[in-house]
């Protein structure tokens, strides 16, 4: 049998757009598909655990793993540091499996200059006012703290034209089968069965010489 070829799909989206929700559902409805945890410095909400929806470290930890150049990506967001370990990808592609990124604009840019068929996918929220009342329900952050995510969202979105797909992110299930068509698409590239499509063109070779 064919080895099976690992695609990196990096999803990106403001704060609020409903990244989260709908990845869940993607990884719990596909087979062969696993989440990228990534590497941070900010401190872990109500009911996050380590390992599970990020590697929680120190900012000196977090340095000494750029010095050694274990990330694929990180950028510095909310001034918290956020990166992905290549251990993530090596792991996943080694077991043949997609590697799902939940990751910034900053982060999907050095992620597509280092992978160049990385699959892209931006999330888009159903408005700014939708966006703000999620945001808001989020918790206590200062009135500062919150305009300031607001108009960091406002400069993710400006990129949105960077990315292969966009998703508007108004009716959830609609945006799950958006998100598990594009991935099943992926699979489904040349590149990715070139190898099956190789072995089966040489049998055409075999019966030509008969």
Not at 129 to 154: I, S, Y
Not at 170 to 195: F, P
Request: neutral net charge.
């Amino acid at each position: 049998m064919s080895r099976r070829f690992s695609n990196l799909i990096v999803v990106s989206g403001p704060s609020g757009a409903g990244k989260t929700t709908v990845l869940n559902r993607v990884m719990a409805e596909l087979d062969a598909i696993r989440f990228s945890v990534s590497h941070t410095t900010r401190i872990p909400r109500s009911g996050e655990k380590d390992g599970v929806e990020y590697h929680f470290v120190s900012r000196r930890e977090f340095e000494r793993l750029i010095s050694e150049g274990a990330f694929l990506e990180w950028a510095e967001v909310h001034g918290e540091m956020y990166g992905t370990a290549r251990a993530e990808y090596d792991r996943a592609a080694r077991e043949g499996v997609d590697l799902l990124l939940d990751i910034d604009v900053q982060g999907a840019d050095q992620v597509c200059q280092k992978f160049d068929d990385a699959v892209t996918v931006f999330v888009i929220p159903p408005s700014y006012m939708d966006l703000e009342r999620r945001l808001r329900g989020r918790g206590p952050d200062d009135e500062a703290t919150f305009q300031r995510r607001l108009a960091v969202a406002g400069q993710e979105m400006a990129h949105f034209r960077k990315y292969q797909y966009a998703i508007v992110n108004l009716d959830l299930e609609a945006s799950v089968e958006a998100l598990k068509t594009i991935v099943k698409a992926a699979r489904l590239r040349t590149s990715r069965v070139a190898e099956t499509a190789e072995k089966i063109l040489s049998t055409f070779n075999t019966r030509k010489e008969r």
